[in-house]
């Protein structure tokens, strides 16, 4: 039989998972991986958080019931580093980070996996919306989901062939009203719990407040200018600010003004109109490619630039050794860098990159 460690969150999409795959005849392992501090644990809980004592509860009460073996296993430095680390410094940069892709790639498959194979597993599993396929050339790549609402291929973008190969997702080619189905059917108590919050670690998504209390920063504070230069108002610090953004800005224009740059160097955060935070082309390094083994020309393709985006059609191509670039049918609104450009063929994920800075 093959052993396969499934990630378990104590919801209800992993603990599918870990049935699903024991109806498929795996030796399943379920794991919990203790990822935050202590102290916001409990925090974290009463926001519905993935990871502290009731999520362990939850997970282990599922392991009983479905009669495979659970651990809880510690992964906090991996998570420091790899995850809280990086986000406050994108943050300090004048990005905006996205601490789930981070997480999955080295938290997730990085570190779970190696302690996996370790212990003899073929596989690791989660309870992620997408779907792991291996193409004609040989290569794996992600599918979308079922249900494309809740389709999550995009935080999955930078994980490794060699990670894919070893890999299962099994909820993926269901929708979420067939996994709550199915976990209602087969009695699972957390059938109706909700679904977890959008960055695990904040709970009250106060950006800028985790930031600069998990920094040694003091006066942040700094100038709003205007797109001539002007100083036009004192601005937070930039890490309360990402580009596009309306709300929280604090000044009276006459009229509705946006973010539309931030300039670390200088702690500046530019102002504009809304037709000022719309550009046709982006530039991407850190390049994965899934589907293909390299992007030989020009190639068309769908190109995700955040999470809740729809996609838009675009034109890739490489112009540097990690450096892409992908220009848009359609101008784009709020290009960010530091976040994840995901490029799609169908349902079918090429690749991806982080944003750079520079647009046009
Ligand atoms: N602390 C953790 N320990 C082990 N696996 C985890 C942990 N957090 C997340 N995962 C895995 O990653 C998957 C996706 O996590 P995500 O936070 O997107 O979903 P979720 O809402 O927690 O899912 P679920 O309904 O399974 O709880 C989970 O289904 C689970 O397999």
Redesign the pocket.
């Known amino acids: 039989m093959q052993k396969v460690v ?10 599918v ?1 870990a049935y699903l795959l024991k109806e498929q005849g795996y030796d399943v392992i379920g ?3 203790q ?1 935050w501090q202590d102290e916001a644990t409990y925090v974290m809980e009463e926001n519905g958080g ?2 502290g004592l009731s ?1 362990v509860d939850d997970a282990r009460r599922v392991a009983n019931q479905l009669d495979i073996p659970y651990y809880v296993m510690n992964f906090k430095d991996s998570f420091k580093e790899n995850v809280i680390n990086y986000f406050i410094a994108e943050y300090l940069e004048g990005r905006t980070p996205n601490p ?1 892709i981070a997480c999955n790639r080295y938290v ?1 498959w990085e570190s779970l996996l190696k302690r996996s194979l370790d212990i003899g597993a073929e596989f690791i599993a ?3 919306y997408a779907q792991v396929v291996q193409l004609e050339n040989g290569r794996f790549t992600l599918k979308k989901s079922k249900t494309s609402s809740k389709d ?1 291929t995009y935080a999955l973008y930078n994980l490794t062939q060699e990670q894919l190969s070893h890999t299962l997702m099994p909820v993926g080619a269901y929708t979420k009203e067939e996994i709550r189905e199915l976990a209602a059917k087969i009695g699972l108590q957390v059938a109706n719990k909700p ?2 919050q959008e960055i ?1 670690f904040i709970p009250d998504n106060d950006y800028g407040r985790f930031i600069k209390e998990n920094s040694a920063l003091e006066n942040l504070e700094g100038n709003f200018v205007d797109l001539q230069g002007n100083i036009i108002g004192r601005h937070k610090g930039i890490m309360h600010y990402t580009i596009g953004q309306r709300k929280g800005l604090n000044l009276s224009m006459g009229r509705p003004v946006f973010v539309v740059e931030i300039r670390p160097e200088t702690n500046e955060v530019v102002i504009g109109d809304n037709t000022d935070v719309f550009y046709h082309t982006l530039y991407a390094d850190q390049i994965n490619f899934m589907s293909i083994p390299e992007l030989e020309g020009k190639m068309e393709v769908n190109a995700k630039i955040r999470y809740s985006h729809q996609g838009s059609k675009a034109v890739i191509e490489r112009v540097d050794k990690d450096i892409l670039k992908c220009v848009f049918e359609e101008p784009q609104r709020a290009i960010t860098p530091g976040q994840a450009v995901v490029f799609y063929a169908d349902d079918f994920v090429i690749g991806g990159g982080t944003i750079m800075g520079k647009m046009l």
Do not use: W
């Not at 499934?6 to 603990?15: E, F, K, L, N, Y």
């Open positions: 499934i990630g378990m969150s104590g919801g209800v999409d992993s603990s998972a794991v919990t991986m990822i993935c990871c999520a789930c997730k989660t309870g992620h999550q679904d977890s695990c």
